[in-house]
């Protein structure tokens, strides 16, 4: 099992910044990427940013630009440095990795976008 902890939600007003962390911890041996997601409301999950092991960084049409991923596959920590924030960011905000084809996701960090 992998437990996958986020922390740093909260409000900002638009044009705002706002960053969040995500760490991992228990049976960890093999993580290739970690990601956020975020779903907002009435509307479907999606890709926020990815980081994989070799660096690789992609981000979701939404955000690029404005959003920046980084962190230690290795030492099972990511990032993620919002900036430029728009109403449209409000959501939870999930953690997520795979491992040996399990998928886990963190408990979710509310973040609300509003002047």
């Known amino acids: 099992q992998v437990q996958l902890v986020e922390s740093g939600g909260g409000s900002a007003q638009p044009g705002g910044s706002l960053r969040l962390s995500c760490a991992a911890s228990?049976?960890?041996?093999?993580?290739?990427?970690m990601s956020w997601y975020r779903q907002g409301p009435g509307k479907k999950r999606e890709l926020v940013a990815r980081i994989t092991i070799d660096g690789s960084r992609k981000y979701g049409d939404a955000v690029t630009g404005r959003f920046t991923i980084s962190g230690d596959i290795v030492k099972s920590t990511v990032f993620l440095e919002m900036t430029s924030l728009k109403s449209d960011d409000t959501a939870v905000y999930y953690c997520?990795?795979?491992?040996?084809?399990?998928?886990?996701w963190g408990q979710g960090t509310q973040v609300t976008v509003s002047s």
């Open positions: 228990g049976n960890i041996f093999r993580l290739y990427a």
């Open positions: 997520n990795t795979i491992q040996a084809g399990v998928e886990y």
